[in-house]
């Protein structure tokens, strides 16, 4: 009677149409991507072998190197600066009862939008002749802002709308996890005499510890991700100062024609991408030690 | 210091937060109602003067707005309840069914694609579509979009169905059914929380895509809500009303959504990521 | 539980019918609505009879079909072109009934950096779209086999001798593979208005232009409006500085190696403007500007002069739209003039020397079957018309790109138009702007350097050395 659950035909059934798509769009794609990065392709004329050109020059282009750099800042602006944000945003609001749920849904809200329209939205917010930021700025006296147009300003504009739209799911992510935690641990500390910050420092956040290394994970990827809210706000611009490396080889690919190195450039990033999971799950994620309560 | 301060505190800063956050969307929504650039530089904080609705009825004509909207909507439901109904057969397969050596290998084998960014994928997948004949209609997106969302899937509800005791469809068994119905009838009910995470997660995933949606698509008419307004704020780039009215348009269906939803939204979202 | 397969296999079938029917579906929509607008349009080329030639040419029955026709009249700016557009669309229609026209527009720099590579590389372009010339465009595009040959629809239809010398730029090995709808220059537009008012003389020499420039800047108005958010856009000042600065040869010897962009003439052409930069003589913010915003800057009286082509003084007529709407910058209608610019001190080469451009038409995909030729061959032959030719002249600004009779040329009253007729006509020699003549990468690091100089993050040495780096590696692969 057991052979139903052994019948290799239905077995098949269940499992190939997922098989024969994910082999498609993940397997044979990564594949070509591969014979593509080692050819001179342009998509028009025949394509050539040229063996590690394409890495090579991938190495010596500035620009390439630039788009790298940014997608660092990224990576350090939402781990170094967002996360310590997120988790004492997440304290907070889990140490009150009145408006919790409130808090919880708008903060979320901005995550459920599409990053097109965010990026269509704080663009102009931070429009230099119209913008919300400069009307605020300039009931205080501050000359016009060029936000998106000014090299030095714009990334930071884009972190800043990045972190606008990301920072409620990671809050709300924490929240949770706050909230799982024993109400008669927090008590006993309570009744010890520990001040908020304190029980919050000592207690919860050493009980977090395991979600919020999920975060700063998710927010490495993310990093990694970027892409859609820079080609919509500044398409990699003033002068390539908001590459990041997808936009860029988004660019070399579809504006140059470039699909040879192109898609050298999506294996660099691949191989970057590997490289920090890994890095991150030797270093760091080892370490901790799953806490049970 | 006296304890009702001590309390308002925490809330004086999600104050602030709250108000960032929904801040620019009253500033659009003001701006939506108003005449032109003029009178947004003038009164960037006041109400409309007059509350006009023309610009809506110039943005539901001229942004084929409703035209973007169903295309999202049905490309990101079909592809997610197609995505969601694919990964729980496999699922199913690979932690209930007895081919335990094939399962651990495809296991392994779909494991891969959750340490492909998506991107990465971009140009070869543009040619991929290309040679299927495909590109510029909807079934450039939604393979791809259905494909996408499996690795992730198939290894959440792999997770879950993991964990449903083995004794039910030991009982199924007995009575003599076959692994198809124990799968409809027993294994996917009481997946549905799991499920219902996953169509959450891929349906925004998809609802929000914007890279490849841009460049496998270029007819208008195909076009979805993300890149569609996109094209449609180059066209009006100095009507800041209009385009504020075609953000409204976008971000309202989704919000109501959101406000009827959010309970199962948050925790769909939040498990996914967490779980995955 | 064979039944319950079948079931599950029909509900999968049932939601890629859904899927499907969904598209096409939408199809149906959208041919709809461009008809509707069309036959908004104004209906004064309904005298331009439907001539039997191209329907005769036909199969006798054709299913309805539709096309898809990429263009880039989009926005206010362009809406007198876009009428013209559907005119031509309508006449064709009563030429082949059968079809209906998807009308696709797409932002200028949109359509010619990244959807037409991108449909070209995966070999599916619009049927019809619109088309820039020149060696990055055009021309790379007819080498690969993604464009249909003119030649015999223009033999056909005895267009051969109709135009201007304009086509060596559409044209590869002696064969025509697009049309340019019209021509331009690019040049000075100053607002007299605020030149009278600080009692400022016309640009015409490079001290009254210095003199105009500093006195606008003291007077808290930008001198020189230019959005560069799009690299093109300041390319075109560059253009004619290098054009003045170090000879109206020099584009043409890029390609040859004869000219490098690294020499200190191109370079000193480079310096000047970032002098101009450093001086702030262009928009505050401008990289983060775009093309419209310039115009908007310009007409709102925010700025003194801007370096545009002369499609733009379109802008500035008092003429009425079909929905007899005003121009987008009706306001200044006879207070704008055009001007060359004016001559470079210490520039090499002929200073009265004007560019000139006939670079933006229409080409069409090569892949076409018997009654989409048809319809291409009605395209061509209502759009590169006396009639056509003469609306896009009289009423979107644009010059012509075939032979217009004096009498009709004598038609122009619109004294901004006149001028740039006659800025055109008084130069001595007229020389093209290098984004038709350079390699599409090459031309894309103009762009990218430029943009570079203009945040100062390069200086006009280094802007030189990096296109020439490109051009030399572009030079050798052409070579092979």
């Known amino acids: 009677m057991k052979s139903a659950l052994k019948n290799p035909y239905i077995y098949l059934m269940f499992v190939l149409p997922t098989i024969v798509l994910y082999f498609m769009f993940f397997i044979y794609p990564t594949i070509t991507s591969f014979y593509y990065g080692f050819t001179n392709w342009d998509g028009l004329n025949d394509k050539a072998f040229i063996g590690l050109d394409n890495f090579v020059n991938a190495f010596k282009d500035a620009e390439f190197r630039n788009s790298i750099w940014n997608n660092l800042i990224i990576l350090l602006f939402s781990t170094c600066i967002q996360v310590p944000l997120i988790v004492i945003f997440s304290l907070l609001i889990s140490s009150v009862k009145r408006f919790q749920g409130f808090y919880k849904t708008t903060v979320f809200m901005p995550s459920i939008l599409s990053t097109s329209i965010i990026g269509i939205l704080w663009g102009y917010i931070y429009n230099p002749d119209v913008g919300l930021l400069n009307s605020i700025l300039k009931t205080f006296g501050v000359d016009t802002i060029y936000w998106l147009a000014e090299p030095k300003l714009a990334m930071f504009s884009i972190l800043v709308t990045n972190a606008w739209q990301w920072m409620g799911f990671y809050i709300v992510l924490i929240l949770a996890a706050i909230l799982a935690i024993p109400k008669d641990i ?58 990041v490396m997808a936009s860029y080889m988004v660019n070399k690919a579809i504006k140059f024609g470039d699909y040879g190195y192109g898609s050298a450039l999506s294996i660099i990033i691949f191989a970057i991408a590997l490289i920090l999971t890994a890095l991150y799950q030797l270093l760091i994620a080892r370490r901790q030690e799953r806490i049970e309560y | ?31 939506s109602f108003k005449l032109d650039n003029n009178e947004i530089t003038q009164h960037p904080f006041g109400l409309p003067k007059s509350l006009s609705f023309d610009n809506y009825k110039e943005t539901w004509v001229k942004a084929k707005i409703s035209v973007y909207f169903f295309n999202s909507l049905y490309l990101s439901l079909s592809s997610a309840v197609v995505g969601v109904f694919l990964a729980s057969a496999t699922a199913f397969a690979l932690t209930r069914m007895k081919l335990d050596t094939p399962s651990r290998w495809i296991y392994q084998f779909v494991l891969i694609g959750m340490l492909i960014p998506g991107n990465v994928l971009f140009i070869a997948q543009y040619f991929l579509v290309r040679d299927l004949h495909i590109l510029d209609t909807h079934w450039a997106l939604f393979l791809p979009y259905t494909a996408g969302a499996l690795p992730f899937s198939v290894l959440l509800l792999s997770a879950f169905m993991k964990s449903i005791p083995h004794e039910l469809e030991e009982a199924g068994t007995v009575d003599g059914m076959g692994a198809i119905r124990m799968f409809l009838k027993i294994i996917l009910p009481l997946s549905i929380p799991s499920l219902v995470t996953v169509f959450i997660v891929n349906f925004l995933g998809n609802w929000n895509e914007y890279l490849l949606a841009n460049f496998f698509i270029s007819k208008d008419s195909l076009r979805t809500l993300p890149t569609g307004m996109v094209g449609f704020r180059d066209m009006f780039q100095m009507n800041y009303a209009l385009i ?21 939204i948050i925790e769909g979202l939040t498990a996914g990521s967490v779980k995955g | 539980m064979k039944k319950k397969l079948t079931s599950v296999l029909a509900a999968s079938v049932a939601m890629s019918a859904v899927l499907a029917g969904c598209g096409s579906n939408n199809d149906n929509n959208n041919a709809a609505s461009p008809s509707a607008s069309a036959s908004a ?45 559907n005119s031509v669309l309508d006449n064709v229609k009563k030429d082949v009934p059968e079809v209906t026209f998807e009308l696709d527009g797409v932002e200028d720099s949109v359509n010619r950096f990244t959807k037409l590579p991108a449909e070209m590389a995966a070999g599916n372009p619009p049927k019809i779209f619109s088309l820039f010339a020149g060696a990055g465009d055009a021309q790379k595009y007819a080498k690969a086999g993604r464009l249909l040959d003119l030649t015999p629809i223009i033999d056909e239809l005895g267009l051969k001798d109709k135009f201007l010398s304009v086509l060596d730029p559409w044209s590869v ?15 000075v537009f100053y607002n007299k208005d605020l030149f009278a008012k600080y009692n400022l003389e016309a640009p015409t020499t490079w001290d009254a232009l210095i003199k105009a420039a500093d006195t606008f800047k003291k007077n808290g108005i930008t001198p020189i409006a230019v959005g560069s958010k799009a690299g093109w856009v300041p390319n075109m000042f560059v253009n004619t500085l290098i054009g003045r600065i170090a000879g109206e040869n020099t584009n043409a010897g890029f390609i040859t190696g004869e000219a490098k962009w690294n020499s200190p003439d191109v370079v000193s052409a480079y310096q000047q403007y970032a002098d101009f930069e450093k001086a702030g003589y262009f928009t505050k913010g401008e990289l983060g500007k775009t093309y419209d915003d310039m115009l908007n800057d310009f007409i709102a009286g925010k700025a003194g002069m801007m370096f545009d082509g002369s499609w733009r003084n379109s802008a500035f ?78 009423e979107d600004g644009v010059l012509p790109s075939m032979k217009l009779s004096d009498e009709s040329l004598a038609k122009v009253t619109n004294p901004l ?55 030399d590696a572009e030079n050798a692969a052409s070579a092979k």
Not at chain 3, 41 to 62: D, Q, R
Not at chain 3, 66 to 72: A, E, G, L, N, P
Request: charged residues 15%.
């Open chain 1, 186 to 243: 927090d008590e006993a500390a309570m009744i010890d005499g520990a001040t908020g910050v304190q029980r919050a420092w000592y207690l919860t956040v050493p009980l977090i510890k395991p979600i919020i290394n999920v975060v700063i994970m998710l927010s490495i990827a993310g990093a990694l991700r970027v892409v859609d809210i820079v080609l919509v706000m500044t398409g990699g611009g003033p002068a390539g100062s908001t590459d």
């Open chain 3, 41 to 85: 349009s104004p209906s004064a080329s309904a005298s331009a009879s439907a001539s039997p030639s191209a329907s005769a040419s036909e199969p006798a029955k054709v299913d309805p079909f539709s096309m898809t026709v990429r263009h880039i009249q989009i926005g206010e700016p362009r809406k007198f072109r876009l009428a013209i557009l």
């Open chain 3, 173 to 187: 090995d002696g064969k025509v593979y697009g049309l340019p709808i019209g021509g331009n220059t690019e040049g």
């Open chain 3, 417 to 471: 138009l006149k001028e740039v007729l006659d800025a055109l006509k008084n130069a001595s020699k007229t020389f093209p702007h290098f984004d038709q003549i350079v390699q599409s990468k090459v031309y894309s690091e103009t762009e990218t350097q430029l943009q570079k100089l203009i945040a100062g993050k390069a200086t006009a040495q280094q802007v030189g050395d990096a296109i020439q780096k490109v051009q």
């Open chain 2, 244 to 264: 504020c009215t075609g953000i409204v348009f976008s971000v309202l269906p989704v919000l109501l959504l959101y406000m009827v939803l959010q309970r199962q």
């Open chain 3, 317 to 394: 007529t008092d003429q009425k739209d079909a929905e007899g709407k005003p121009a987008i910058g009706a306001a200044l209608a006879g207070k704008v003039s055009y001007i060359a610019l004016a001559p470079v001190p210490n520039g090499k080469g002929d200073q009265t020397a004007m560019n000139a451009n006939y670079a933006e038409g229409y080409g069409f995909s090569a892949d076409l079957n018997d009654s989409e030729l048809a319809v291409v061959k009605s395209f061509i032959k209502n759009l590169y018309s006396d009639e056509m030719q003469l609306r896009g002249l009289l």
């Open chain 2, 1 to 31: 210091m006296p304890a009702t301060a001590k309390k308002a505190i925490p809330h004086i800063f999600m104050l602030v937060y709250v108000v960032i956050i929904l801040v620019p969307f009253l500033f659009v929504l003001f701006s």
